[in-house]
Nanobody
């Protein structure tokens, strides 16, 4: 199974932008749905966005709609999360993971951590002035 590595986190001022990337070593990402998740201190990990395995349809959690964009570059086998208009509540460790389904996975709702696997170590996003 793939080993995922997230990158692109950092410190940004409120209203700023970051672009996170998710890459894999070992098995590639092309046949998987990819979920992005975040975990703030003292809180449970929650799904932020998802891109489907076959047709790249996407889903966003309500609080990030219109601000975050998930995309897949099949040539480089990378999944990105463009985050705009960041606010301090967005501060968290962001993780990507692959779906645990045996076949195609269509992102119809916010991804649930229990349905995903092969977690990376995450990348820290801090939004602060």
């Amino acid at each position: 199974q793939p080993r995922l590595v997230e990158s692109g986190g950092g410190l940004v001022q409120p209203g700023g932008s970051l672009r996170l990337s998710c890459k894999a070593s070992g098995v590639g990402l092309r046949s998987y749905a990819i979920g992005w998740f975040r975990q703030a201190p003292g809180k449970e990990r929650e799904g932020v966005s998802c891109i489907s395995s076959d047709d790249d349809t996407t889903f966003y959690e309500d609080s990030v709609k219109g601000r975050f964009t998930i995309s897949r570059d099949r040539a480089s086998d990378t999944v990105s999360l463009q985050m705009n208009a960041l606010d301090p509540k967005s501060s968290a460790i962001f993780y990507c993971a692959v779906d645990g389904a045996l076949g195609p996975y269509h992102c119809l709702a916010s991804p649930s951590p229990g349905g995903f696997r092969s977690w990376g170590r995450g990348t820290q996003v801090t939004v602060s002035s």
